[in-house]
């Protein structure tokens, strides 16, 4: 138990569909991440969150749309995508966003679009 | 382009053996993470060494760091099945946003019985 918990940990959808994936933390943290893990490739950061702020967009496609409504919780939220999005998606969180610090994972989203 | 890169990228080793795996990176850095992947799990940070250290332990983990070189590495002493998984570095962007990880693709390790 990491303390990072994410739902669903399978989700199958069509390119017209509209889904989101959830992230709950447990820590007591005030920074979020989201980032895409495909096959053979490294691991690519998405979005930050610190105290509910986006600070950082990492070029990120528009059919990704992520929220923070609170420290505790960042979802993404999913329209129009494409085959290639289909990944793994990982959320982490740590105390705050600054260097030296430990980030804890979730078990992730595995995403096959169909 | 990527920061910090593994080799190998895939070590089969037996149990008792020790397990050796090395990552380079690019630019200036305020400190290397390391972080184990079981399959189908998420990441789990193993140590952080920061650059102006040279070497950590944690229990059978020993971290190393050349900041001359631009090299770490990990040593695994006495490796056990439950070892098995894919090991990243992970370092931070300095500057102003040292707080952005950069992953390698990962060294996969398989210990065998």
């Known amino acids: 138990e990491t303390g990072v918990t994410q739902t669903p940990r399978h989700l199958v959808m069509g390119m017209t569909n509209k889904k989101s994936l959830k992230c709950e933390q447990h820590l007591g943290h005030n920074a979020m991440y989201w980032y895409k893990q495909s096959a053979k490739k490294p691991l690519e950061l998405m979005f930050v969150?610190?105290?509910?702020?986006?600070?950082e967009n990492n070029s990120v496609p528009s059919r990704f749309s992520p929220e923070c409504p609170n420290s505790s919780h960042l979802f993404l939220h999913l329209h129009t995508l494409q085959p290639e999005d289909s990944a793994l998606y990982l959320c982490?969180?740590?105390?705050?966003?600054?260097?030296?610090?430990?980030?804890?994972f979730g078990d992730g989203t595995r995403l096959s679009i169909l | 382009s990527q920061q910090g890169e593994e080799d190998p990228q895939a070590l089969s080793i037996q149990e008792g053996e020790n397990a050796t795996m090395n990552c380079s990176y690019k630019?200036?850095?305020?400190?290397l993470q390391w972080y184990r992947q079981n399959s189908g799990r998420g990441l789990v940070h193993l140590i952080l060494?920061?650059?102006?250290?040279r070497e950590k332990h944690s229990g059978r983990l020993r971290v190393t760091l050349d900041t001359s070189k631009k090299s770490s590495s990990l040593l695994i002493t006495a490796s056990r099945a439950a070892d098995t998984a894919s090991y990243f570095c992970a370092t931070d962007a300095g500057g102003g946003s040292n707080y952005k990880l950069t992953f390698g693709k990962g060294t996969l390790l398989t210990v065998n019985p």
């Open positions: 969150y610190n105290f509910k702020e986006q600070t």
């Open positions: 060494i920061r650059s102006n250290e």
């Open positions: 982490a969180s740590t105390t705050r966003v600054t260097a030296n610090q430990p980030q804890h």
């Open positions: 630019t200036s850095i305020n400190n």
